[in-house]
Nanobody
Framework: VQLVESGGGLVQPGGSLRLSCAAS????????MSWHRQAPGKERELVAS????????HYADSVKGRFTISRDNARNTVYLQMNMLKPEDTAVYYC?????????WGQGTPVTVSS
């Protein structure tokens, strides 16, 4: 099983980034997927989640209206579109697969929002 995040980087406040998480080694379309983040000195928190078919999604209050989670089951990839970024969005972002045989985590991609 492998989850590989990409798309992180440095962005100015108000800017946008699109994170990707490419999955392999399991039946992607049978797993829910989620994005989590961990800022320095803080606990890891859930940012957004999406059901296996993509029909349902959930967002943390802090990102509602700014972030959008989506998935492409044909490409075994989940995305996180992040708009109107704020300095408090600075963190390492992780994707997670959750389903019948267990949970899997990626290695994370750093996002820094700073002028």
């Amino acid at each position: 099983v492998q989850l590989v995040e990409s798309g992180g980087g440095l962005v100015q406040p108000g800017g946008s980034l699109r994170l990707s998480c490419a999955a392999s080694g399991f039946t992607f379309s049978s797993y829910g997927m989620s994005w989590h983040r961990q800022a320095p000195g803080k606990e890891r928190e859930l940012v957004a989640s999406i059901s296996p078919t993509g029909s349902n999604s959930h967002y943390a209050d802090s990102v509602k209206g700014r972030f959008t989670i989506s998935r492409d089951n044909a490409r075994n990839t989940v995305y996180l579109q992040m708009n109107m970024l704020k300095p408090e969005d600075t963190a390492v972002y992780y994707c997670k697969a959750w389903g019948g045989t267990g949970n899997y985590w990626g290695q994370g991609t750093p996002v820094t929002v700073s002028s």
